[in-house]
């Protein structure tokens, strides 16, 4: 049965941000999709929002990124919850 999702753990630096496509790679190669489900933990300066994470993310700031993934039918790796650490 493919509708039951087995959900991953990540924990890792943001390599690259891609806006066009709603992703974010970390350094190791794992590439994470966000979608309309994607729930932003943390809250005041936390970042909330691919756009934020584009916009603070530079080599200098190594920016975390740990949370819950799951892959999906085309075998991309959606982002149900995510935790932003400058």
């Not at 630096?13 to 806006?19: A, F, I, R």
């Not at 729930?39 to 530079?58: M, P, R, T, V």
């Amino acid at each position: 049965d493919d509708g039951d999702q087995e959900n991953k753990t990540f924990d890792g630096v943001v390599q690259t941000v891609n806006l066009n496509n709603q992703s974010f790679l970390l350094k190791g190669g794992l590439l994470l999709y966000v979608d309309s489900n994607t729930e932003f933990k943390g809250d005041g300066d936390y970042i909330q929002s691919l756009q934020e994470l584009n916009d603070a993310n530079s080599p200098q700031n190594n920016i975390t990124a740990k949370g819950i993934y799951y892959t999906n039918e085309t075998n991309r790796n959606i982002v149900v919850e995510v935790e932003f650490e400058l």
